[in-house]
């Protein structure tokens, strides 16, 4: 079991139903009273909501999982996306500030436009392609002037669980209904199993130093066509799939979608790994995902 350590024995956590949310719950450290809140619980986009469920659970520390991840859908309803994104990251941050305690807050690498060669540095300039990376990034940037020093802006990517809707079960699902499939394969990123990234979490919990914007996803990068293919390749091994079908890999421009995406937007996880312990390649962890029964 994760240790919080660090004094940390109440914390309030937003977007409880999320693969993220979900995924804390689970390893929550034994000593750590945890306070999980899903939106028809408390609305981040609510300032009296959150306000009141700091007010009556007096955290130690508050860890933001909530937000709006509907990329596409999030070009129309952007307002809806900014309140969430932007404003619920105010609200977490007035509430931390409220209360002198702690946020850890959970971003993205849609953040950036992926144009860049070499992995994205926790420091490098964003620049979103879109509503979803806009609003992401107007979160991060409140969260600092409201909080400065005593927030961790964790950026990851890619994120699937048993829990939830992914691109891991999505794929699973139309490799059995399907003859063949063609997948994405110049878009590249690292895929990031929510459970590791629920353990690095609480790692941080304990780490009051480990602040500003950091990165964390799982060692290694894919296209999602290389994950595609991987996740057919272990599915088949572990008898979760009972036959092979064609993966052709096609290109973004043959799979139009209202929102842009990044076409490399690797985040360079130094920084975390050396504070809070590498994570594996993200083909064990896709592994180990696909044997875990606690599923929903």
Not at 100 to 121: E, K, M, N, W
Not at 233 to 248: D, T
Request: hydrophobic share 45%; net charge negative.
């Amino acid at each position: 079991m994760t240790t919080a350590g660090s004094g940390i024995k109440r914390v309030l956590l937003f977007g409880a139903n999320g693969q993220l949310g979900w995924e804390l719950q689970r390893h929550r450290p034994e000593a750590v009273e945890l306070c999980a809140l899903s939106r028809t619980q408390a609305d981040i986009a609510i300032q009296e909501q959150v306000e009141q469920a700091a007010e009556n659970f007096q955290p130690d520390l508050i860890i933001n999982a909530a937000a709006y991840t509907a990329v596409d859908l999030a070009e129309s309803e952007s307002e809806t996306a900014y309140a969430i994104n932007r404003d619920g990251a105010v609200h977490c941050a007035e509430a931390a500030r409220k209360h002198s305690v702690r946020l850890i807050h959970i971003s993205t690498d849609f953040v950036f436009d992926g144009s860049q060669a070499t992995p994205y540095q926790p420091d490098s300039i964003r620049h979103p392609l879109g509503v979803y990376g806009a609003s992401k990034a107007a979160g991060e940037i409140e969260i600092v002037r409201i909080l400065g020093s005593n927030a961790l802006i964790l950026r990851t990517a890619w994120v699937y669980s048993t829990h939830g809707k992914n691109f891991v079960k999505t794929m699973l699902r139309l490799m059995s209904e399907r003859d063949s499939l063609g997948v994405v394969g110049d878009q590249i990123g690292s895929p990031t199993w929510a459970a590791g990234l629920a353990a690095a979490i609480w790692r941080a919990c304990a780490q009051p130093e480990f602040n500003g914007i950091q990165h964390w996803t799982d060692a290694g990068v894919a296209s999602w066509y290389d994950f595609a293919v991987a996740i057919q390749e272990e599915a088949l091994a572990l008898g979760l799939l009972q036959r092979s079908i064609p993966i052709g890999m096609i290109p973004a421009s043959a799979y139009p979608t209202p929102a842009r995406r990044p076409a490399c937007a690797v985040l360079d996880k130094s920084i975390s790994y050396a504070a809070l312990g590498a994570a594996p390649h993200w083909r064990q962890a896709l592994r180990q995902m696909l044997t875990d029964n606690d599923s929903d």
